[in-house]
């Protein structure tokens, strides 16, 4: 009897082998659009669950090397709370493509918005990178890294991307980021507020006001316009303040960050071809 | 002709009093009020002595003669009050304030020599940009106490004047900070009188420093009266009140800028662009102000300085120390610097 029912499961086996195969050939194009689906044409899923991710469907970089970069990446997110991606893709259609798509779609697929990701497109006459940080007012990604410091990053990387050392470059992009996030905020790069120009002004108004006072010592006015007028005797015999017109100027509001569009709060963008 | 007053007590030469106002003896400490009628010191006169006062042959210097020692008085053409070279006495030279050059009012000292050169001293360790051992050990060569001749005016002032003013307001469109800014044509025509506008009448005198000598205090002024002079220097006009007048008037202009500036209220800016002001003297007198002279040599350069005598205000052109200016800017810049980078750090900024 013990027999008999083991040969039936052979059997079963047997049978349902190749019927789950031929199942799975035929459904399979079914599981590939739904994969199609979850992801847009670069290759980024549509909701990022991941704090800090490398999106590179066509393994331009090795899993190693994507290890090694990714171990930086969240060890930025942990020491400064910013979610750091990068998207390696051969569909780029365009810089005015990626800018817009970073501009209005990425950001809504971020988990938070205190986020920087750097796209490099690998089309084939058109090789692009961009760098592009979220984050509202006061989050650390919007303060600390404006388009300048973006730009800055984008200039050392882009040496690598020509040679085709993507791993490098986005190594470098990780250092970066390191960099100006432990710099703080990026609004002290002003000249103002940088320590070698705040001592040389000071040192040049103070100059000036000390020889001022040196050669004006000994010889201090001590009589106003007031001190010799008659009050009683001066007076206004006629007057009158005629208004004559209105002059309007408008002044562009400098800013490093840009509206984001939608939810997607300030934004700093840096591209460049290479 | 030269005035002594000699003292009704002990026949001593007489000098004015800084501190009580009187002419008093050096010798017996003998006041005198100083006030005609009842002055009882007796007044000698050059024209009693054998010598007549002789004028030298290019004019400029006048001899007369001490009544006390008989030596010759060489004086500037200006000079009106003096003292001996031989005898130190006290000589007025009347014949130099009488008619046109006559005084109107004097403001008799009210500081005394001694307190003067102390004020002078305190005042000189007090520059801050001056070389240490000019600060601490001035060594002054001479100290002179002279009744300066100033010409003091009522001016008064009319005219008409033309400004330009703004009022701006912002605010934010978009991307844009939009100022509108309004614009106004102003008129005034003004009315004003300037009451005691003084300006120094000597050539010898600089200018700027007498300006900076003001303001006089005019209640303390009295009609003159030639025992207000006597122990002091004094000198007479070089300049008439027609002659100096226009410096005046150029400062009762700025004075009318001023008056129209100040009745023009509620705009952000205001520019006087035209102005048409004519500016008459109402009154001038010929006043003598108290002014101490402090003559100083330092490192072989000759300084003056001068002192109200009356207000003790203090005035003139001290040695710089590079040394002390160097000092002070690094000092205060790098106290600044500091400062600023601290606020730096408390935004969150780095500290270097």
Redo the contacts between chains.
């Keep these: 009897m013990m027999n008999m029912l083991l040969k039936a499961r052979k059997r079963l086996l047997a049978m349902m082998i190749p019927m789950g195969m031929a199942l799975g050939l035929i459904l399979s194009p079914v599981i590939a659009h739904a994969d199609s689906d979850d992801t847009d044409v670069y290759g980024v899923p549509n909701k990022i669950t991941e704090s800090s991710e490398i999106f590179d469907p066509d393994d331009v970089i090795s899993s190693s090397e994507e290890k090694t970069i990714l171990k930086k990446f969240k060890a930025i997110d942990e020491e400064y709370d910013v979610n750091v991606y990068a998207v390696i893709t051969y569909e780029i259609g365009g810089s005015g493509r990626v800018d817009d798509y970073l501009e209005y779609d990425f950001y809504k697929k971020l988990p938070d918005l205190n986020a920087v990701v750097v796209v490099i497109g690998l089309e084939e006459d058109n090789h692009w990178f961009q760098l592009h940080s979220y984050g509202n007012d006061g989050e650390t990604s919007a303060e600390c890294l404006d388009t300048d410091r973006l730009n800055s990053i984008q200039d050392k990387m882009k040496g690598y991307l020509s040679s085709g050392e993507y791993a490098q470059a986005l190594t470098t992009y990780a250092d970066g980021i390191s960099y100006y996030l432990g710099k703080g905020d990026a609004s002290f790069d002003s000249l103002f507020f940088k320590a070698w120009f705040q001592f040389l002004l000071v040192l040049v108004i103070v100059s000036i006001v000390i020889c001022i006072k040196a050669f004006s010592s000994g010889q201090k006015v001590t009589t106003t316009p007031a001190t010799y007028l008659d009050q009683r005797q001066s007076r206004v015999l006629r007057h009158f303040d005629r208004y004559t017109h209105t002059t309007v100027t408008r002044t562009k509001i400098e800013s490093s960050s840009s509206s984001g569009g939608g939810g997607g709060g300030g934004s700093s963008s840096s591209g460049s071809s290479f | 002709m030269t005035l002594q007053f000699k003292c009704p007590n002990c026949g001593g030469d007489m000098q004015f009093d800084a501190t009580s106002g009187y002419l008093k003896c050096p010798h017996c400490d003998h006041s005198e009020k100083i006030e005609g009628a009842e002055m009882s010191a007796e007044i000698h006169v050059s024209p009693d002595f054998p010598h007549q006062d002789q004028v030298d042959e290019t004019g400029a210097l006048v001899r007369y003669q001490c009544q006390n020692c008989g030596a010759m008085l060489v004086t500037e053409r200006n000079t009106t009050a003096t003292t001996c070279s031989y005898c130190g006495a006290p000589v007025v030279l009347s014949d130099r304030l009488e008619g046109t050059t006559k005084p109107d009012y004097v403001i008799p000292f009210k500081i005394p020599k001694e307190n003067a050169d102390q004020a002078f001293r305190d005042w000189c360790k007090k520059?801050?940009?001056?070389p240490s051992d000019f600060k601490n050990m001035v060594k002054v060569k001479k100290v002179e106490g002279l009744y300066a001749p100033f010409w003091v005016y009522n001016v008064?002032g009319q005219g008409e004047a033309r400004a330009h003013?703004t009022i701006s307001h912002s605010h934010?469109?978009g991307?844009?900070?939009?100022?509108?800014?309004?614009?106004?044509?102003?008129?005034?025509?003004?009315?004003?009188?300037?009451?005691?506008?003084p300006a120094d009448a000597s050539e010898r005198l600089a200018d700027n420093l007498m300006d900076?000598m003001?303001?006089f205090d005019y209640t303390q002024m009295v009609p003159f009266n030639a025992p207000y002079l006597t122990g002091y220097m004094a000198e007479n006009f070089d300049y008439n009140d027609t002659q100096v007048f226009p410096r005046v008037q150029k400062r009762v202009y700025?004075?009318m800028d001023?008056?129209v500036r100040d009745?023009?209220h509620g705009y952000d800016t205001v520019t006087i662009t035209d102005r048409d002001y004519i500016a008459n003297r109402s009154q001038s007198s010929y006043c003598l102000f108290p002014i101490w002279m402090n003559y100083v040599t330092y490192k072989g350069k000759d300084y003056s300085?001068a002192q109200n005598g009356e207000t003790g205000?203090?005035?003139?052109?001290?040695p710089?120390s590079w040394g002390a200016?160097a000092g002070?800017?690094a000092g205060?810049?790098f106290g600044?610097?500091i400062l600023?980078?601290i606020i730096?750090v408390l935004?969150?900024?780095?500290l270097?």
Aim: glycine fraction near 6%; include cysteine; hydrophobic fraction near 35%.
């Design positions: 520059l801050r940009y001056s008064s003013a934010t469109e991307d844009y900070e939009v100022t509108e800014t309004a614009h106004y044509d102003i008129y005034r025509s003004v009315d004003t009188f300037y009451r005691g506008v900076l003001e303001p700025n004075y001023d008056f009745s023009i300085f205000k203090i005035v003139g052109k001290p710089i200016v002070y800017i205060w810049t600044i610097f600023l980078r730096c935004m969150g900024g780095p270097l």
